[in-house]
T-cell receptor, first 116, second 111 residues
Framework: DTGVSQDPRHKITKRGQNVTFRCDPI?????LYWYRQTLGQGPEFLTY????????KSRLLSDRFSAERPKGSFSTLEIQRTEQGDSAMYLC??????????????FGPGTRLTVL | GQQLNQSPQSMFIQEGEDVSMNCTSS?????WLWYKQDPGEGPVLLIA?????ELTSNGRLTAQFGITRKDSFLNISASIPSDVGIYFC???????????FGSGTKLNVKP
C-alpha cells in the first residue's frame, strides 16, 4: 500500500497526559500537512512541512502542540497535557509540490483522539 | 481566514436520482478539490480542478471550477447506495499553500 498511513488509528487518554501521533506520507511527496476535524465540520489546517522545514502553523496550534518532520519523511504530532477539547480526528495529508496538479493533497485514515 | 460556504448541508434522495452540491468562497481560489469521507475514515480525493471554467468528470461525478474562481460545483448522476457519505470541497488561494475546507454535504441515498 503506497498511500498515507497514520498510527495509531484510535487513542483514548486521560486529561493531562501526553500523546504522540505518527504520519507516513506517500513516499515521493515532499509536503506534509496536519489537520484537525471535529464532528460535523470539515478539516481545519494545523501546520505543514516542506521536506523537514515547518513552513506554517495555524493559530489553532497552541503551545501544547508540536509537530516535527526530522528527516523530511514521516512526521509526528505531539499534544502535551491533553484537554477534553483536544478530542477530535487528527488527519495527515501529503502532496508533491511543483507544476500544475501539484499540491493535490491525499489524506491518511486519521487518528481518532478521545480525551477522558 | 477564508470562508467556504458549502450547500446543502444534507440531502436525502432516492437511488437513481442526480445530485448537485456547491461551494462558494469569499476569495478567489486557484485550486478546488472535492473529497468524500466515510465515517471514521480520512477524506478520499474525488476530483481536482486547476483552471477557471474547467469541467472534469470521474465516472458518474462531474465537477466544475466556476468562472469567477469563487465557486465550484459537484454533480453525481444516477446515485447509488454506496454514494452515501459526506462530501467536502476544499480551496487553495495560492499554490503550495494550505487548503480551506467547507463544512460538508451529507448525502443519504434510499435504495
Amino acid at each position: 500500500d503506497t498511500g498515507v498511513s497514520q498510527d495509531p488509528r484510535h487513542k483514548i487518554t486521560k486529561r493531562g497526559q501526553n500523546v504522540t501521533f505518527r504520519c507516513d506520507p506517500i513516499s515521493e511527496h515532499n509536503r506534509l500537512y496536519w489537520y484537525r476535524q471535529t464532528l460535523g465540520q470539515g478539516p481545519e489546517f494545523l501546520t505543514y512541512f516542506q521536506n523537514e522545514a515547518q513552513l506554517e502553523k495555524s493559530r489553532l496550534l497552541s503551545d501544547r502542540f508540536s509537530a516535527e518532520r526530522p528527516k523530511g519523511s514521516f512526521s509526528t504530532l505531539e499534544i502535551q497535557r491533553t484537554e477534553q477539547g483536544d478530542s477530535a480526528m487528527y488527519l495527515c495529508a501529503s502532496s508533491l509540490s511543483g507544476g500544475q496538479g501539484a499540491d493535490t493533497q491525499y489524506f491518511g485514515p486519521g487518528t481518532r483522539l478521545t480525551v477522558l | 481566514g477564508q470562508q467556504l460556504n458549502q450547500s446543502p448541508q444534507s440531502m436525502f434522495i432516492q437511488e437513481g436520482e442526480d445530485v448537485s452540491m456547491n461551494c462558494t468562497s469569499s476569495s478567489i481560489f486557484n485550486t478546488w478539490l472535492w473529497y468524500k469521507q466515510d465515517p471514521g475514515e480520512g477524506p478520499v480525493l474525488l476530483i481536482a480542478l486547476y483552471k477557471a471554467g474547467e469541467l472534469t468528470s470521474n465516472g458518474r461525478l462531474t465537477a466544475q471550477f466556476g468562472i469567477t474562481r469563487k465557486d465550484s460545483f459537484l454533480n453525481i448522476s444516477a446515485s447509488i447506495p454506496s454514494d452515501v457519505g459526506i462530501y467536502f470541497c476544499a480551496g487553495q488561494v495560492d499554490n503550495f499553500n494550505k487548503f480551506y475546507f467547507g463544512s460538508g454535504t451529507k448525502l443519504n441515498v434510499k435504495p
